[in-house]
């Protein structure tokens, strides 16, 4: 990276400025028919899909190396900081979670694969916002000697790209913490089911 | 639960009425010095600590049952659903994250039990949010006949909570989602990570 990225001011943002995401006033009635409100954020970006955004989680197959995983890292201006993350970002208008997913994979790794799998919808934070996403599960499978492909980045994005072996996936992330980086909880979440796999199942 | 809880209207939220949330307009310089504009939402609940929110994977031991961890289940207006979550809370302003995550724990489910292992600092949402969180590990040992506790929920607290072997987390997750419930996106992750150590490693 030629710069470091860094956040120069935060102020408030008034609602009426605000292009990508919106306050709503939520009016509830709970469980014993009391009237209650609840704040959330809300993208204004959601498309047809009725699905905000997907993540990817890469499973990439080689002859001999270990089944590896692709993870992402970029500067964060919400938390100032180089964020570790699965692939992911936010579906098109007119565009289905699988056909995201399969673009924001190529667009930000380089690498095409074989949807094996995609999530249900799940929330990201359903306790202070309506954001939502899915998960896919893509396959990509190499040769012996594929050459790495090129990324197909927008002008304005800085994204490295890291191959890591799924076993070793938790101990890398941990490792990125002690750096300062700040690792995706989602992400960091997956590599804690598997460290649990391997240490209590 | 005695009614269903449901959102009854959903209107634009002013920043200055906001009470528990707020937007930020952030400045920020890119890699090649470009300055640029992001909007963020952040909670205004953060207290000494510097961390939002804990949630908890619990681990409980048990000398015929295989080992289990514990979901709870409970309506979120933001989302207008019954949402699966692992137990989580907010950190109350002077509490440390391990305080926070025991005391969660036994509010929420009712059982105590020994810390193992809190994460470092993860960020839950950072294209959007400055909300950041802790996964504690919490171990729970059971003797053979240990009445099921009660749990010790704040008034206006509906939460049902579900032991759930580990091996079966993610299956029962998948069928969650089927019948309508939401699963959080973090929870889902993790279980996909188990669910990837059984199928691919």
Redesign the interface.
Known sequence: ???????????????S????????????????????I??????KTRGKSGVD?VAI?T?IRHPSRP?STIIILQ??????AV?V?FP?GLVDEKESCEDASLRELHEETGYRGKMKFI???????????????Q?A?IEVELKEGDPVPEQALDD?E?IERVVVP??ELYERL?QY??EGK?????????????????T??
């Open positions: 990276m030629a710069n470091d990225p860094k956040v120069t001011s935060v102020e408030p943002l008034p609602a400025e605000a292009k990508w995401i919106e306050f709503q006033k939520i009016s509830w009635t709970d469980q014993t028919g009391k009237p209650r609840w704040e959330s954020a809300s993208r955004a989680s499973i089944p500067y964060r201006p919400p938390v100032a964020c993350e992911a999530s249900p919808t799940i929330v990201s934070d359903p306790g202070m916002s309506t954001a939502n996403m998960l599960t304005g800085f799924i076993e941990m913490s002690e700040l690792v995706d909880a989602r992400l960091f979440h997956y590599a804690a089911g598997l460290h649990m796999a391997k209590v199942l």
